[in-house]
């Protein structure tokens, strides 16, 4: 009786200690298929607190807990210091961290073109795009205008005295105003203001002829009237909804190329990107954790009240599409003379 | 008299036991961040803007905007307890609030500070009743030319006001404007003066500046002068706050200046901290009393904090009906009015009365609340300087440091406390004045945007600023203020040719 005991519990040894090696061996592998945020997670906004891109964090932010997609909580900070660069800095240096998140947009890679910052887009793990927010040519509620091409031949007719207000410098805005600009011949003033909301206003309060804001930035003063809507830079018009002014939904609007714009479309994206050194299995993570949060209701609520596309893209297909956008707003730029970088 | 209907209903609304208790709260938090230097109202909110996001929107702006209150009080009291503004608009305060309480007047700065600071809030609130409609389409006239001449009017009040030589504050001016532009450019796009350091790309900021400049210089000059704070002595009791309420009616002409600037500074909008530097600058200047400015005179605490608050509430009104942020707080709470699913716009009057209004009614009773709250801490804050320098000094560098910390969490922000501390201590022992630096990197860059942002429009006329009557009546009464000192001196003369004049005929 008693050697079987002892073979028994020999042989119990054996079993936790193989079991042992089974768990230690895999160990690392298990790691990386599962890698979890073991501490509090930090969605870094690179742009100033209510902004687009701070609302783009909150609402990922909001459709996790309510979802309780992962289990450690989330703080959203903004670093929008020197027009975002402050959040990739801030981000590049943490180094292997997968609990430190930068959500941008394309400034992500055109930033390091135009300014003399200490990070490229190449340093970082791309993560997603999430959503891409569209472009609107508006004007004043009572101007005479009704389409594209009556617009832009008044703008030439003008000279170069016609205003265009947009956000910051050498960024999306005076970026489409350019290409507006070589697709009919017309003269802009651009002039920069801190944010789309302030140019909104000056354009509402007549100070200026036009700009170029993403639909949320002007929802306002267009439920109001104050603001039309002439066209939206994007292939097909946006997604049908209840209607927004006493005549319109954002659907109603028609698409500059509808209208004979030589633009076949220009939208932003919205994009999340890890510091370098990220292990994969933490960049596949949060790769699954966003996908997940495009399908919750918080999310379509979000794409609804801000007008904007939902189009998720990432891994392979996400690097494609920064490389492609990269060069494309490069050949712009070199134009333009902006390049630094 | 719709509005006044609106504002009953909007009453209805906010004295709801909840949203009663959550003002209560919200004051609470928000003196103790006002308290803190650098934590302070943008950052409050921020950290608590996540809670809210599961609440009733009412009840979400509520808790926030009471923090608002909260934190402009307290922001105050560190300015004149320790000299450090733990809110750039109390920067002001500092000037006659301090000294006050280094002469054992703390209980008396203390009250006269937060009664003016509730009166201003009170006249904000009333105007942003009586006049929301006209107020917005006021507001919508204000361009970038309007925007530099306020500045500018803002500049010419204060400017010329130090009893330092002129060449002195010349200089300071310019050393601020310089740490202005210390990061990115809105217009050309590009980094200035960053000399290769990543830290200084957002800029240099504000709090850490003036945290530096007033907590760390004043102590370091405390220190020097061998540990005497007279406060010690001073005798701590309620009745000292009753006291000054009743001396309070005696500065109507300070509360109504004061609040009047206020409000105009919180429409147009230029904010609190413009606010607060101007109407100092046009108290010392008109007040009868203005030789006593700078030496604990409570006119001197009056004047900016009425206009401080004014302008923070009234600034409230831009950022509902027409989606600007006249402060830094009001910019975090428009990103949760987006996340609540509210649109700020004129039809956020007409979609959601409930919110605007009830917003508007827990304006009133928050204020209110706040200055009871705070009116009884007076005695609580006061006794802080009885403790002995030797144990509150130290605590106060901890407490500077750790602000430091709070704005950016970055640890260079510390040395530049630090870099600042000096450069307050050796502006003090040199004679140059510190105000003029602050102003300046306060409004500096706000203002360089905008005269740049209108040579743009004008192609490079200076006409704009004189190209329609509201631009142009701002930018005279700007010149006007700047020259002031040489009209006085003009007419003084002429008033002596004409005395002298007779004696010569006889």
């Known amino acids: ?341 | 008299m719709a509005n006044l209907d609106s504002l009953f209903h909007g009453f209805a609304v906010a004295l709801t036991l909840q949203h009663v208790a959550l003002m209560m709260i919200g004051v609470l938090l928000g003196i103790l961040v006002g308290v803190l230097p650098g934590l302070g109202a943008p950052n409050g909110v921020t950290l608590l803007l996540p809670l809210t996001y599961t609440m009733d929107p009412v009840g979400a702006i509520i808790l926030l905007t009471s923090m608002y209150w909260g934190a402009l009080f307290g922001g105050s009291t560190t300015s004149i307890l320790f000299n450090i503004p733990g809110e750039p608009s109390s920067v002001a305060t500092t000037f006659d609030g301090h000294p006050m309480a280094k002469q054992g007047r703390a209980i008396q700065a203390l009250s006269f500070a937060f009664l003016s600071a509730g009166f201003g809030a009170m006249v904000g609130v009333i105007v942003t009743t009586l006049l929301s409609g006209w107020v917005t389409s006021f507001a919508l006239q204000f361009s970038s030319p309007e925007f530099f001449a306020v500045y500018f009017l803002a500049f010419a009040s204060f400017v010329g006001l130090s009893g330092a030589q002129a060449s002195k504050t010349i200089v300071s001016i310019l050393l601020g404007f310089a740490f202005a532009t210390v990061g990115m450019d809105t217009i050309s796009g590009s980094l200035r003066l960053t000399f290769g350091f990543d830290e200084l790309l957002r800029g240099i900021s504000f709090l850490i500046v003036v945290i530096g400049l007033f907590g760390i210089g004043e102590l370091l000059l405390t220190m020097e002068e061998g540990l005497k704070f007279e406060g010690v002595k001073a005798k701590v009791s309620l009745a000292g706050v009753m006291e000054t309420l009743v001396r309070m009616p005696r500065y109507w002409v300070a509360l109504v200046r004061g609040s009047l600037i206020g409000v105009w500074m919180g429409i147009t909008p230029g904010g609190p901290t413009a606010a607060s530097f101007m109407s100092y600058g046009l108290a010392k200047r008109f007040s009868r009393r203005r030789e006593h400015f700078g030496t604990g005179e409570p006119e001197g605490v009056i004047a900016p904090e009425t206009a401080d608050h004014g302008a923070g509430t009234a600034a409230m009104l831009p950022m509902l009906a027409l989606g600007i942020p006249g402060s830094a707080t009001a910019a975090v709470m428009m990103g949760g009015l987006m996340i609540w699913g509210l649109n700020p716009g004129p039809m956020l009057f007409i979609e959601r009365p409930d919110f605007v209004w009830g917003l508007i009614a827990s304006m009133y009773i928050g204020n209110v609340v706040a200055v009871v709250l705070v009116l009884a801490t007076v005695p609580l804050f006061a006794s802080i300087l009885r403790i002995p320098f030797a144990i509150i000094g130290p605590l106060i560098v901890v407490v500077c440091f750790i602000g430091a910390w709070t704005v950016g969490a970055s640890k260079p922000d510390l040395w530049i406390a630090l870099i600042f501390g000096v450069i307050g201590y050796v502006f003090k022992k040199l004679d140059y004045p510190i105000a003029p630096l602050v102003l300046a990197l306060v409004l500096g860059d706000k203002a360089e945007d905008a005269f740049r942002q209108s040579m743009l429009m004008s192609q490079g006329s200076l006409n704009i600023f004189f190209s329609n009557p509201l631009v142009g009546t701002i930018t005279t009464l700007a010149v006007i203020l700047l020259t002031w000192p040489l009209w006085m001196s003009l007419i003084r003369r002429a008033h002596l040719l004409r005395i002298t004049q007779p004696k010569v005929v006889e």
């Open chain 1, 1 to 341: 009786m008693i050697p079987k005991v002892i073979d028994a519990q020999r042989a119990l040894r054996f079993a936790a200690s193989a079991a042992m090696a089974l768990v230690l061996g895999t160990a690392p592998a298990f790691a990386q298929a599962e890698w979890k945020p073991t501490k509090p997670v930090e969605f870094v906004g690179a742009a100033g607190a209510g902004g687009g891109t701070d609302i783009f964090a909150r609402a990922v932010q909001l459709a996790i807990q309510n979802n309780k997609l992962i289990d450690q909580p989330i703080l959203v900070s903004n670093k929008g210091g020197g027009s975002g660069a402050e959040t990739f800095v801030y981000v590049k240096a943490a180094e292997g961290d997968g609990h430190k998140l930068a959500f941008g947009t394309s400034n992500l890679y055109t930033l390091p073109m135009v300014a003399k910052v200490a990070f490229k887009h190449t340093d970082f793990m791309p993560v997603a795009a999430m959503v891409f927010d569209e472009f609107i040519l508006w004007t004043k509620g009572d101007a005479p205008y009704n389409d594209y091409k009556s617009f832009t031949a008044a703008a030439k007719a003008a000279n170069g005295t016609f205003k265009m207000a947009g956000a910051l410098s050498k960024d999306t805005d005076q970026t489409l105003t350019r290409l507006i600009e070589k697709d009919t011949g017309a003269k802009f003033v651009y002039i920069p203001f801190k944010s789309g909301g302030e140019a909104s206003v000056q354009l509402t309060g007549g100070h200026v002829q036009s700009h170029v804001n993403n639909p949320s930035e002007s929802l306002g003063h267009w439920k109001a009237g104050q603001l039309k809507a002439l066209c939206v830079f994007s292939k097909e018009r946006m997604a049908e909804g209840p209607k927004v002014t006493q005549t319109q939904g954002w659907s109603d609007i028609p698409t500059c190329k509808e209208q004979g714009a030589g633009i076949e479309s220009y939208q932003m994206p919205r994009t999340v990107a890890l510091p370098p050194g990220t292990p994969q299995a933490a960049v596949d993570f949060w790769a699954g954790v966003l996908k997940k949060v495009t399908e919750t209701p918080e999310w379509k609520d979000y794409l609804t009240r801000t007008a904007q596309t939902g189009r998720f893209i990432a891994g392979n297909d996400f690097k494609a599409f920064i490389d492609e956008d990269e060069k494309r707003t490069r050949k712009v730029y070199e134009e333009e003379g902006w390049l630094v970088n």
